[in-house]
């Protein structure tokens, strides 16, 4: 079973950016899909983005589209989430999560595993 530990979050003004990471252990790192979703306060979690097993293939949510990079680094057992100008409405909790998988596809649900989260909070 694969343990995720989410860092890099933190207090950033509107416009500014945040590299997320995510680091895995426990698990073959390189058979996980990787995701990364967010909850705000009062709100559902939603989908943030996505990158397959290899790292070839993408997937990101319409609102962050532009915005953000997603990266892995199989070698690390490292995901990342690239975040460029932040706005406000992107404060939240982000998550990191893997899910298992045979295909080489980013996945927008259906995760097995996650992490703890860490606090991502934009100012005006």
């Known amino acids: 079973q694969v343990q995720l530990v989410e860092s890099g979050g933190g207090l950033v003004q509107a416009g500014g950016s945040l590299r997320l990471s995510c680091a895995a252990s426990g698990g073959t790192f390189s058979v996980y899909a990787m995701g990364w979703f967010r909850q705000a306060p009062g709100k559902e979690r939603e989908f943030v983005a996505a990158?397959?097993?290899?790292?070839?293939?993408?997937g990101y949510a319409d609102s962050v589209k532009g915005r953000a990079t997603i990266s892995r680094d199989n070698a690390k057992n490292t995901v990342y989430l690239q975040m460029n100008s932040l706005k406000p409405e992107d404060t939240a909790v982000y998550f990191c999560a893997a899910k298992t998988t045979l295909v080489d596809l980013p996945l927008s649900r259906g995760y097995d595993y996650w992490g703890q989260g860490t606090q991502v909070t934009v100012s005006s």
């Open positions: 990158v397959s097993r290899s790292g070839s293939n993408y």
